[in-house]
């Protein structure tokens, strides 16, 4: 079996995660499949960027958002990829939400997710569009796991799932991010087995480790953050999951993004 790595970051725009020393943790986590969201770059933008890395003879498949400056979601892979296709659905085209790659996997394609959900906003139009993006999500994952695909879905979720997963769970009952509205779909995925959240599975029950704190205030320094980023697996990908780890900056000083990436080996 080979060992592949995938490192999926939120990297709060591209360029601005470069300039703040993002190029030189990407060179020394050497993944095999990069998954980006709030890329907010032009392709040649993005391009740029990967050179600074060192990935810039990689395969890149990219869709930016449909308003200039927000979303952008990227899957960056070391060897040339069989195919892609951008947005979730007709609705969610060309909100640069959504890309999927299929690569070369263990005797059948493996198909590879960059997603970012929307933020919402409890009881506004807003929570209605995410709501309405995690149904899609929700009918794409229910059309791969039947059919016995192997599939990755990586990303900003922008759901804390359980209480362990932020630390601030009783001030956040009411507030988009851990709506039990929200946090019903992730139930929904993991309750029949055909979806697993690897990273939860492999660092065990928490709380913890998050993967996004504020900018403001001290919620870096006393941890006080939310797991909104994910790697999701059908059940035989999954089971070839070795290792989970959050690649948390070591001091507010060397954060690259308000967001941490997340990094799972698999065996294939």
């Known amino acids: 079996m080979a060992a592949m790595r995938v490192i999926s970051a939120n990297v709060n725009g591209i360029r601005a995660a470069i300039r703040r020393g993002a190029a030189d943790w990407l060179r020394s986590a050497q993944p095999d499949v990069l998954c980006l969201q709030e890329v907010r770059a032009s392709d040649e933008e993005l391009h740029k960027a990967l050179a600074e890395a060192g990935l810039g003879d990689w395969y890149v498949a990219h869709t930016e958002g449909n308003v200039k400056g927000r979303a952008g979601v990227a899957v960056a892979t070391r060897d040339r990829h069989l195919a892609h296709r ?27 997710v960059s997603a970012y959900v929307h933020t919402g906003e409890a009881e506004t139009p807003k929570q209605v569009e995410k709501y309405a993006f995690l149904d899609a999500m929700t009918a794409r994952m229910a059309r791969a796991s039947s059919q016995g695909y192997l599939m990755l879905v990586t990303g900003d979720l ?14 956040n009952l009411k507030k988009s991010g851990f709506l039990p509205e929200e946090r019903a779909y992730l139930d929904r995925w993991f309750e029949a087995g055909a979806w697993v959240d690897v990273h939860r599975t492999l660092a065990g029950e928490g ?4 993967t996004w704190w504020s900018w403001r205030g001290k919620a870096f320094d006393n941890d006080a953050g939310w797991r909104i980023d994910y790697q999701l697996g059908t059940a035989p990908l999954a089971a070839r999951a070795t290792t989970a780890t959050v690649g948390r ?9 308000d967001h941490a990436p997340v990094i799972v080996d698999y065996d294939l």
């Open 249 to 257: 900056a070591a001091t507010y000083a060397e954060r690259w993004s």
């Open 158 to 171: 922008n759901i804390a799932h359980r209480e362990a997963d932020l630390k601030n769970w009783k001030g």
């Open 207 to 210: 709380p913890g480790p998050y």
């Open 86 to 112: 951008i947005g979730i659905d007709e609705a969610f085209a060309d909100a640069g939400r959504w890309i999927e790659v299929d690569i070369e996997g263990p005797g059948a394609t493996l198909t590879v």
